[in-house]
T-cell receptor, first 108, second 112 residues
């Protein structure tokens, strides 16, 4: 089965950095995805890691350690529009399973 | 542009009714998924399909069935709707096992 854990909520100030951790225990592994979901909208893809290490995409970076079953999403230079839920998802063969999501609130 | 379309944004059905939720993608994707999303529980996988006429149970398949007769269409069926199936239902598709999934806008189903 799948067990994917991430914190429920995080709050940070505009311009700051926030790190959202995700730990997983899955029967197989074909990659880890991060999605962003604004309230009332569909999730949108942010990043994909299949090998260990850091992937950087503008203000967002994602890290993976397969041996530790651990990933994080780093959001830099936070903006108000970054207030959203961030979803960690693990691919096991064809099955894509999600954690419960982390709600990030950015304060002015 | 990538497009996953769900037939309804909002739906109200009565307990015991048979409910069909339709999802169509125009990207020739192999994989399609149905999730429900509830506060505090996140997205939970109901069923997925990796090819036409193929289907696999996800984590919470009870009370649901699916149909994939054509590659572009993946239908979720509630055989006899119950109030605990009131939820947001999200359909997604992906090209292959290692590519990102694209989501539809969701169907908010209320069973009364």
């Amino acid at each position: 089965g799948q067990n994917i854990d991430q914190p429920t909520e995080m709050t940070a100030t505009e311009g700051a950095i926030v790190q959202i951790n995700c730990t997983y225990q899955t029967s197989g592994f074909n990659g880890l995805f991060w999605y962003q979901q604004h309230a009332g909208e569909a999730p949108t893809f942010l990043s994909y890691n299949v090998l260990d290490g850091l992937e950087e995409k503008g203000r967002f970076s994602s890290f993976l350690s397969r041996s530790k079953g651990y990933s994080y999403l780093l959001l830099k230079e936070l903006q108000m529009k970054d207030s959203a839920s961030y979803l960690c998802a693990v691919k096991d063969d064809y099955k894509l399973s999600f954690g419960a999501g982390t709600t990030v609130t950015v304060r002015a | 542009d990538v497009k996953v379309t769900q037939s309804s944004r909002y739906l109200v059905k009565r307990t015991g009714e048979k409910v069909f939720l339709e999802c169509v993608q125009d990207m020739d994707h192999e994989n399609m998924f149905w999730y429900r999303q509830d506060p505090g529980l996140g997205l939970r996988l109901i069923y997925f399909s990796y090819d036409v006429k193929m289907k696999e149970k996800g984590d919470i398949p009870e009370g649901y069935s699916v149909s994939r007769e054509k590659k572009e269409r993946f239908s979720l069926i509630l055989e006899s709707a119950s109030t605990n199936q009131t939820s947001m239902y999200l359909c997604a598709s992906s090209l292959g096992p290692n590519t990102e999934a694209f989501f539809g806008q969701g169907t908010r189903l209320t069973v009364v």
